[in-house]
């Protein structure tokens, strides 16, 4: 296994402003916010969180709805920018975060599939290359010309894995979106994933599936309500959580 950090995590918070009044409509929050009067609740999603990634390793990241989940992979993609503290990533990302990000669902999944390879960076000429594979590892030939926006979330899901794993990463980021998927495609993500793995990828993983965590992840980061609970082997941060669990219900 290499000693390159390819993430590091340095004191990470994230904060959000939550509204304290509902607003109905545009002109009401415009003259609040020109007269001052709008009130905001400081809400701290990430709480100085430290962490390191090497390269080629795969971590799990587990946590009850709302622990921070998918704010802290947001963050390490970019998408999100930290409120305190520092974060750096060496390495190209493929992040898998937000089902359907990236498509455009007027457009049909042919349509779609060039888009977001632009998006990617890769020419149309590229995409033509590789057009046959995404679509057969989809398994959506029979929908191609359908607009994404009458896709199901598990097609959605498919078609998004299967243009972002098309090239390989340097690091692969993938959120809850798999789940939606049916039993014999997140078998066959999770296999591309280990195929991945065994070239080098780094893999940071959220799920609520434990077994799925231990399977794919040799470690395991476990937040609760913004805050590292545990952090260390797949295995014993997952009993420990499930013990957590168990004594809560």
Known sequence: MSEKVVIEIENLTIRFNLANQKVDNLKEYIIRLIKKELMFQEFLAIKNLNFQVKEGESWGIIGANGSGKSTLLKVISGILKPYKGKVKVKGSIAPLIELGAGFDANLTARENIYLNGCVLGHTEKYMREHFDEIVQFAGIEEFLDSPIKNYSSGMKARLSFAVAT????????????????????????????????????????????????????????????????????????????????KRLI
């Open 166 to 245: 098309m090239v390989q990463p340097e690091i692969l980021i993938v959120d809850e979106i798999l789940s939606v998927g049916d039993y014999a495609f997140r078998k066959k993500c999770e296999n591309r994933m280990n195929e991945m793995l065994s070239k080098g990828v780094t893999l940071l993983y959220v799920s609520h599936s434990l077994e799925e965590i231990q399977r794919l992840c040799t470690h395991t980061l476990w937040l609760n309500k913004g805050e590292l609970k545990m952090i260390g082997k797949s295995k014993e941060v997952c009993n420990a959580y499930l013990t957590e669990m």
